[in-house]
């Protein structure tokens, strides 16, 4: 094996020395060296005509970190070299890259792939790998996609394992994954140990788990998960990319249905089959006689870091000839020694530094570009492994997400989706995805405190009690069921004991910010009941969203208000709708009668009677006893339109007056709070309730005004009783309390008013609960109450979205039926409460429909009255008339009988072979000079007033009749 790599082409180019820290014993320095050699020659085909050349400098880091450090030394100091490649793993890299600041040596590595060391932190390391910590988003989008919650990372305890860490929690908690558990396993742990770790992961409720260690440990822990069962359904399992780039070459049937990424690498391209074939080739050439190495022909198989190794000795090549000036000698130098005080500064180190970090080009890898001394991945493979095989199932990218083909289907937008990747095989050969937990065999229960005694009548909120024979506590009603409901829906398993607070007496609950306080202290790890949220409790606990109405409202008697006003007729209509159907009427008989009046005798005669057709033919339509006929078809169209109107009206009208005068109108006694205050009624309130300081606080209560009472059957004898008979007029508490109240009263009484929000309090930021009511408030918040949970727990974000979904559902409808009753069937809450009056807004789509038919008819009209008379007309109001003259010319043609409408043509005299109208349309006495009174005609030309006479022609018209 050649333990170095040098091409000098003697008397021609200027030769840099570069060092190589691999571990010649590992697969990936054996196919780094490889890759190497083939980028040296491949390179400098290419470039014949470059001026210096690279000389590399091999040195075998043994597997061990100082043996990687005195390479190194040995290199700066000894070889002169101007830049490291390597060393190859994470827990070398540190040491060397200090060495390489301290002789202004770049240190560029392809594989030392932890966090913890970065070019932040080292200025004269490069890393031209993938840190770990860029694949950490990929792997939390993967989790969010199939929809895990909890993961447990299993790694290795070395500088490479633990490195990997903080960037996988981080990325986790930031799609809402929590990380209940870390295995953490020695590199060099025995079979019985590892199955000993897996024994313990099993016993937990968590099902989800993600790889990160050497290849050799992984193979080995592998097998012993398949020895304990835990390669069955239900298991997911999730290597990082290291491994997933390695391990099919070692990994047996062991490895099923395992989830691996690795970045992206385009193997479709000329150039990378090409430099496949010649690489397994030098390979076999290099390494088949290795003794030491027991790798199979599965060996001679790519892998990301022979890419990349590729790329970096193109990086440093093209670097180092952009370096200038190209002074390769040191500030110090005496001779061959490792002494660390005397290490030689290199002059050029910066420069050269600077010329690999902005090198770009496309290299067999994909595009090589450093962003921050890293480089920068655009995108991984994600893929599952079956022994062997590797199965393709996506890509992910930072910007378009999980997606099935890369650069396809993206449509321009991030995708979190299942769907979106292609199926896969599970261990168990199952092809359901797992849920991702179970119940625990083991572990201890969550202790959650509920209170120790609930005031009598509420019950059906919160009832506890202990078993005498078992002495546990039994917890029920509608706050405990909705937390169970709650529970049910987490996508984890959640195993938890009710606990019973009471005082240090033993006999009350005591203070609930003691209550609540017990979850800081860890001697409960979650608070259920009736805990009112405050800013002191959210300084130290958490909280879960709401799920049902917070505020303030009041419950008054019902009182029959069946009306015996004489002027009840009037209330079925709004006063709006009065006055809109009012100008309708006269509006359609207005439209009515232009239509009618030059074709109808019964819409002719003088102005009052015409006055009068109008309005009584309109409002006859309301009984349907107009007597007058319709004889044109603009006429007949608006007027059926208008009848159907006035029908609806009508049913309307006779439904809603009906209704008022014989059914019993039950309506609140009092409408608002401000009533009660100013006629000095009696209000009742919960005792030692919040709600008695906002009255007197926000509302001006008089305090001896105020009644407490402890449970829901003193309200309800209270408001019986009445304010002047030492009752109540009103109650005034939290919604959810009322409706107790309103379970079994709701024929008698019923809520009344808006719900009202404490004022003052709204520097409280977030008022969020779960478990609603309670009876014991430190502060003013008309807010209800909550589950707490200790500060930053994920629990409450998961029983939160829990309790969303049960909400937007029918579940919890039905949970507030069980333990409130079924109030939408109270009678007198429901159809015999006061109907409103019909308003506008009911009805304008009709006033709509018929205003446009009329108005449609009305233009139709006039464009053929005026086509049929355009002669006339021309003559009349053309050019040189006065506004006034044409107005009233047009007046007249209206005024004037259509003799040859059919309604007169049937009724003519025929006489001398001519037809005339008879005297059925009396003239009005717009036309009384024009015509007899009988008779009608249309005066001649010659008759006509002259133009600048400035008179209608029809006042200077007289008709002679025939004898």
Same mark, same amino acid.
């Given at each position: 094996?050649?333990?170095?790599?040098?091409?000098?082409?003697?008397?021609?180019?200027?030769?840099?020395?570069?060092?190589?820290?691999?571990?010649?014993?590992?697969?990936?320095?054996?196919?780094?060296?490889?890759?190497?050699?083939?980028?040296?020659?491949?390179?400098?085909?290419?470039?014949?005509?470059?001026?210096?050349?690279?000389?590399?400098?091999?040195?075998?880091?043994?597997?061990?970190?100082?043996?990687?450090?005195?390479?190194?030394?040995?290199?700066?100091?000894?070889?002169?070299?101007?830049?490291?490649?390597?060393?190859?793993?994470?827990?070398?890299?540190?040491?060397?890259?200090?060495?390489?600041?301290?002789?202004?040596?770049?240190?560029?590595?392809?594989?030392?792939?932890?966090?913890?060391?970065?070019?932040?932190?080292?200025?004269?390391?490069?890393?031209?790998?993938?840190?770990?910590?860029?694949?950490?988003?990929?792997?939390?989008?993967?989790?969010?996609?199939?929809?895990?919650?909890?993961?447990?990372?299993?790694?290795?305890?070395?500088?490479?394992?633990?490195?990997?860490?903080?960037?996988?929690?981080?990325?986790?908690?930031?799609?809402?994954?929590?990380?209940?558990?870390?295995?953490?396993?020695?590199?060099?742990?025995?079979?019985?140990?590892?199955?000993?770790?897996?024994?313990?992961?099993?016993?937990?409720?968590?099902?989800?788990?993600?790889?990160?260690?050497?290849?050799?440990?992984?193979?080995?822990?592998?097998?012993?998960?398949?020895?304990?069962?835990?390669?069955?359904?239900?298991?997911?399992?999730?290597?990082?990319?290291?491994?997933?780039?390695?391990? +099919?070459?070692?990994?047996?049937?062991?490895?099923?249905?395992?989830?691996?990424?690795?970045?992206?690498?385009?193997?479709?391209?000329?150039?990378?089959? !090409?430099?496949?074939?010649?690489?397994?080739?030098?390979?076999?050439?290099?390494?088949?006689?290795?003794?030491?190495?027991?790798?199979?022909?599965?060996?001679?198989?790519?892998?990301?870091?022979?890419?990349?190794?590729?790329?970096?000795?193109?990086?440093?090549?093209?670097?180092?000839?952009?370096?200038?000036?190209?002074?390769?000698?040191?500030?110090?130098?005496?001779?061959?020694?490792?002494?660390?005080?005397?290490?030689?500064?290199?002059?050029?180190?910066?420069?050269?530094?600077?010329?690999?970090?902005?090198?770009?080009?496309?290299?067999?890898?994909?595009?090589?570009?450093?962003?921050?001394?890293?480089?920068?991945?655009?995108?991984?493979?994600?893929?599952?492994?079956?022994?062997?095989?590797?199965?393709? %199932?996506?890509?992910?990218?930072?910007?378009?997400?999980?997606?099935?083909?890369?650069?396809?289907?993206?449509?321009?937008?991030?995708?979190?989706?299942?769907?979106?990747?292609?199926?896969?095989?599970?261990?168990?050969?199952?092809?359901?995805?797992?849920?991702?937990?179970?119940?625990?065999?083991?572990?201890?229960?969550?202790?959650?405190?509920?209170?120790?005694?609930?005031?009598?009548?509420?019950?059906?909120?919160?009832?506890?009690?202990?078993?005498?024979?078992?002495?546990?506590?039994?917890?029920?009603?509608?706050?405990?069921?909705?937390?169970?409901?709650?529970?049910?829906?987490?996508?984890?398993?959640?195993?938890? *004991?009710?606990?019973?607070?009471?005082?240090?007496?033993?006999?009350?609950?005591?203070?609930?910010?003691?209550?609540?306080?017990?979850?800081?202290?860890?001697?409960?790890?979650?608070?259920?009941?009736?805990?009112?949220?405050?800013?002191?409790?959210?300084?130290?606990?958490?909280?879960?969203?709401?799920?049902?109405?917070?505020?303030?409202?009041?419950?008054?008697?019902?009182?029959? !208000?069946?009306?015996?006003?004489?002027?009840?007729?009037?209330?079925?209509?709004?006063?709006?709708?009065?006055?809109?159907?009012?100008?309708?009427?006269?509006?359609?008989?207005? %439209?009515?009668?232009?239509?009618?009046?030059?074709?109808?005798?019964?819409?002719?005669?003088?102005?009052?009677?015409?006055?009068?057709?109008?309005?009584?033919?309109?409002?006859?339509?309301?009984?349907?006893?107009?007597?007058?006929?319709?004889?044109?078809?603009?006429?007949?169209?608006?007027?059926?339109?208008?009848?159907?109107?006035?029908?609806?009206?009508?049913?309307?009208?006779?439904?809603?007056?009906?209704?008022?005068?014989?059914?019993?109108?039950?309506? +609140?006694?009092?409408?608002?709070?401000?009533?009660?205050?100013?006629?000095?009624?009696?209000?009742?309130?919960?005792?030692?309730?919040?709600?008695?300081?906002?009255?007197?606080?926000?509302?001006?209560?008089?305090?001896?005004?105020?009644?407490?009472?402890?449970? +829901?059957?003193?309200?309800?004898?209270?408001?019986? !009783?009445?304010?002047?008979?030492?009752?109540?007029?009103?109650?005034?508490? *939290?919604?959810?309390?009322?409706?107790?109240?309103?379970?079994?009263?709701?024929?008698?009484?019923?809520?009344?008013?808006?719900?009202?929000?404490?004022?003052?309090?709204?520097?409280?930021?977030?008022?969020?609960?779960?478990?609603?009511?309670?009876?014991?408030?430190?502060?003013?918040?008309?807010?209800?109450?909550?589950?707490?949970?200790?500060?930053?727990?994920?629990?409450?974000?998961?029983?939160?979205?829990?309790?969303?979904?049960?909400?937007?559902?029918?579940?919890?409808?039905?949970?507030?039926?069980?333990?409130?009753?079924?109030?939408?069937?109270?009678?007198?809450?429901?159809?015999?409460?006061?109907?409103?009056?019909?308003?506008?807004?009911?009805?304008?789509?009709?006033?709509?429909?018929?205003?446009?038919?009329?108005?449609?008819?009305?233009? %139709?009209?006039?464009?053929?009255?005026?086509?049929?008379?355009?002669?006339?007309?021309?003559?009349?109001?053309?050019?040189?008339?006065?506004?006034?003259?044409?107005?009233?010319?047009?007046?007249?043609?209206?005024?004037?009988?259509?003799?040859?409408?059919?309604?007169?043509?049937?009724?003519?005299?025929?006489?001398?072979?001519?037809?005339?109208?008879?005297?059925?349309?009396?003239?009005? +006495?717009?036309?009384?000079?024009?015509?007899?009174?009988?008779?009608?005609?249309?005066?001649?030309?010659?008759?006509?007033?002259?133009?600048?006479? *400035?008179?209608?022609?029809?006042?200077?018209?007289?008709?002679?009749?025939?004898?």
């Amino acid at each position: 094996m050649s333990s170095s790599l040098s091409f000098i082409v003697s008397g021609e180019p200027t030769p840099v020395n570069i060092g190589v820290i691999l571990d010649m014993k590992s697969r990936v320095g054996k196919s780094s060296f490889v890759s190497m050699k083939i980028a040296m020659d491949d390179f400098y085909t290419a470039h014949t005509n470059y001026t210096t050349r690279v000389v590399f400098k091999t040195r075998d880091a043994q597997k061990k970190v100082i043996s990687a450090a005195a390479a190194a030394l040995d290199l700066i100091q000894n070889e002169k070299v101007q830049a490291i490649i390597g060393p190859q793993t994470s827990s070398e890299a540190p040491f060397v890259g200090d060495l390489g600041a301290k002789a202004n040596v770049p240190i560029v590595s392809f594989s030392a792939t932890c966090p913890a060391l970065s070019p932040t932190q080292s200025p004269f390391f490069i890393r031209t790998g993938l840190s770990d910590a860029a694949q950490a988003p990929a792997i939390a989008a993967l989790i969010q996609a199939y929809g895990w919650r909890r993961l447990v990372p299993i790694y290795e305890d070395t500088d490479y394992g633990a490195g990997f860490i903080p960037s996988l929690v981080e990325a986790l908690l930031g799609v809402g994954v929590n990380v209940p558990y870390r295995s953490i396993v020695s590199k060099d742990s025995a079979d019985d140990d590892l199955l000993l770790e897996l024994y313990r992961l099993k016993s937990m409720q968590t099902r989800v788990f993600l790889l990160h260690m050497s290849t050799s440990l992984a193979v080995k822990l592998f097998d012993r998960a398949e020895a304990a069962g835990m390669m069955d359904e239900g298991f997911v399992w999730i290597i990082s990319g290291t491994l997933t780039s390695l391990l +099919p070459s070692v990994a047996h049937d062991s490895v099923q249905g395992v989830l691996g990424l690795r970045p992206y690498v385009p193997v479709t391209t000329d150039k990378y089959h !090409k430099f496949h074939k010649r690489w397994r080739r030098e390979f076999r050439r290099e390494f088949v006689s290795d003794d030491d190495d027991d790798d199979d022909d599965d060996s001679t198989k790519l892998t990301t870091f022979s890419l990349w190794a590729y790329d970096t000795v193109w990086a440093v090549a093209l670097a180092v000839e952009a370096a200038t000036p190209r002074d390769f000698t040191r500030v110090v130098s005496e001779g061959r020694r490792t002494d660390l005080s005397a290490i030689p500064v290199s002059k050029t180190g910066k420069k050269l530094l600077q010329e690999i970090k902005k090198t770009t080009f496309t290299g067999l890898a994909g595009e090589f570009h450093l962003v921050g001394g890293e480089l920068n991945v655009s995108a991984f493979q994600l893929m599952y492994l079956h022994g062997k095989n590797e199965m393709k %199932i996506g890509y992910w990218t930072l910007t378009a997400g999980l997606h099935r083909h890369l650069g396809k289907g993206n449509n321009g937008g991030y995708s979190a989706s299942m769907e979106s990747l292609g199926p896969v095989i599970w261990p168990g050969e199952s092809k359901m995805v797992p849920k991702g937990w179970e119940t625990p065999t083991s572990g201890k229960k969550l202790k959650i405190a509920v209170p120790g005694t609930v005031l009598p009548g509420f019950h059906s909120f919160l009832d506890v009690r202990t078993d005498s024979k078992t002495n546990q506590t039994i917890a029920g009603g509608f706050v405990i069921e909705v937390f169970e409901s709650a529970v049910k829906r987490l996508p984890y398993a959640l195993p938890f *004991e009710y606990v019973s607070y009471k005082s240090s007496d033993g006999k009350s609950t005591g203070s609930y910010d003691d209550l609540v306080h017990q979850v800081t202290l860890q001697k409960f790890d979650a608070v259920v009941g009736d805990t009112t949220i405050t800013a002191k409790r959210l300084g130290y606990v958490d909280f879960t969203l709401p799920y049902t109405l917070a505020g303030i409202s009041m419950v008054v008697p019902l009182q029959n !208000k069946q009306s015996k006003n004489a002027w009840i007729f009037v209330k079925p209509l709004t006063l709006d709708l009065w006055l809109v159907s009012l100008c309708f009427f006269v509006f359609t008989g207005f %439209i009515v009668w232009v239509l009618e009046h030059r074709i109808n005798p019964e819409f002719c005669g003088p102005p009052t009677n015409q006055l009068g057709t109008i309005f009584y033919f309109t409002f006859s339509t309301l009984v349907f006893a107009h007597r007058e006929n319709i004889v044109s078809n603009l006429g007949r169209f608006v007027v059926i339109i208008w009848v159907f109107v006035v029908l609806i009206l009508q049913s309307s009208y006779t439904a809603s007056l009906t209704s008022m005068l014989t059914v019993d109108q039950f309506v +609140p006694s009092y409408s608002h709070i401000n009533e009660l205050k100013e006629r000095g009624l009696r209000v009742g309130h919960l005792k030692n309730s919040f709600v008695k300081g906002f009255l007197i606080k926000t509302w001006g209560f008089n305090p001896d005004k105020l009644v407490p009472f402890r449970s +829901p059957e003193e309200y309800a004898e209270a408001l019986a !009783k009445g304010s002047q008979n030492d009752g109540v007029a009103a109650v005034i508490d *939290e919604i959810p309390y009322l409706k107790v109240l309103l379970k079994d009263h709701c024929d008698n009484y019923t809520m009344a008013g808006q719900t009202y929000k404490t004022g003052g309090f709204g520097f409280v930021r977030i008022i969020y609960f779960l478990l609603c009511c309670g009876t014991n408030y430190q502060l003013y918040i008309s807010i209800d109450v909550a589950q707490a949970f200790q500060k930053g727990s994920s629990l409450a974000q998961d029983l939160s979205r829990a309790i969303l979904n049960i909400t937007e559902g029918d579940e919890m409808t039905d949970i507030e039926r069980r333990w409130f009753g079924d109030q939408t069937n109270c009678l007198k809450q429901g159809s015999k409460l006061s109907s409103n009056s019909l308003n506008f807004r009911s009805f304008w789509g009709l006033f709509l429909i018929t205003g446009i038919a009329s108005l449609v008819a009305f233009c %139709i009209y006039w464009i053929i009255l005026f086509y049929k008379n355009r002669n006339q007309l021309m003559s009349e109001i053309g050019p040189g008339h006065s506004l006034p003259w044409r107005l009233r010319s047009i007046g007249w043609l209206f005024d004037q009988k259509d003799l040859s409408s059919h309604t007169f043509r049937n009724n003519a005299e025929v006489k001398d072979g001519s037809t005339r109208g008879t005297n059925n349309c009396p003239q009005s +006495p717009l036309s009384y000079s024009t015509a007899d009174t009988f008779g009608g005609g249309t005066p001649t030309t010659d008759e006509l007033p002259t133009p600048n006479s *400035e008179t209608p022609l029809r006042g200077e018209v007289t008709v002679v009749h025939e004898a």
